[in-house]
């Protein structure tokens, strides 16, 4: 079965600077996508970044990055330039593509970002 | 595109007591999912509707759980004879039938069951 880990809880940093989220997952498919959703506090999820695992060239959304290591199973997602509005629950998510046996994203149990100012 | 929308944001119930969520997905898409999340841990799938049909359900999905979308736009999720177990985000996405599609969630139903 599919599982996403996400290993930090808890993350800090401070405005202007970079926070890296880490995230690995177990899969067998060969084909599959990978997201970052941020959930800010008693706000609706919203999609960050999106990765293809066909694609080799890592995706980016403006400051937001990620490094996608096929191989060993990672998808860390880059924040750059930290804002206060950055601060929210990141998690990493992993479906199969349409057409396979399910169509249900499968979530990380999340990591909390604080921005200190 | 006015986003995912779903009434109640908030429900206060009794145990035994039965509830209704309704869902209302971005106009044009015709995927809808529903997933429930409890506090500290990520989003865990329940049911997804292609158009009207009820394709896929989780062994989360108990009988007391059911969901329908009758004319493939909205969706509703009942809990019947409700338990304390029962309280948690309760989350609608939709999407549009497209290879990589990306799913877009509303802003939740908060279950408190007392």
């Known amino acids: 079965a599919q599982t996403v880990t996400q290993s930090q809880p808890e993350m800090s940093v401070q405005e202007a600077e970079t926070v890296t989220l880490s995230c690995t997952y177990d899969?067998?498919?060969?084909?599959?996508?990978l997201f970052w959703y941020k959930q800010p506090p008693s706000r609706q999820m919203i999609l960050v970044i999106r990765?293809?695992?066909?694609?080799?060239q890592n995706a980016t959304e403006n400051r937001f990055s990620v490094n996608f290591q096929k191989a060993a199973k990672s998808f860390s997602l880059k924040i750059s330039d930290s804002q206060l509005g950055d601060a929210a629950m990141y998690f990493c998510a992993y479906r199969i593509p349409y057409g396979g046996a399910t169509n249900k994203l499968i979530f990380g149990t999340g990591t909390l970002l604080a921005v200190q100012p | 595109d006015t986003g995912v929308s779903q009434d109640p944001r908030h429900k206060i119930t009794k145990r035994g007591q039965n509830v209704t969520f309704r869902c209302d997905p971005i106009s044009e898409h015709n995927r809808l999912y529903w997933y429930r999340q409890t506090l500290g841990q990520g989003p865990e799938f329940l049911t997804y509707?292609?158009?009207?049909?009820?394709?896929?359900k989780s062994r989360l999905l108990s009988d007391r759980f059911s969901a329908e979308r009758p004319k493939g736009s909205f969706s509703t999720l009942e809990i019947q004879r409700t338990e304390q177990g029962d309280s948690a985000m309760y989350l609608c996405a939709s999407s549009l039938e497209l290879v990589g599609e990306t799913q877009y969630f509303g802003p939740g139903t908060r279950l408190l069951v007392l």
């Open positions: 990765q293809e695992a066909y694609k080799q």
């Open positions: 899969t067998s498919e060969s084909d599959y996508y």
């Open positions: 509707f292609q158009n009207e049909a009820q394709l896929e």
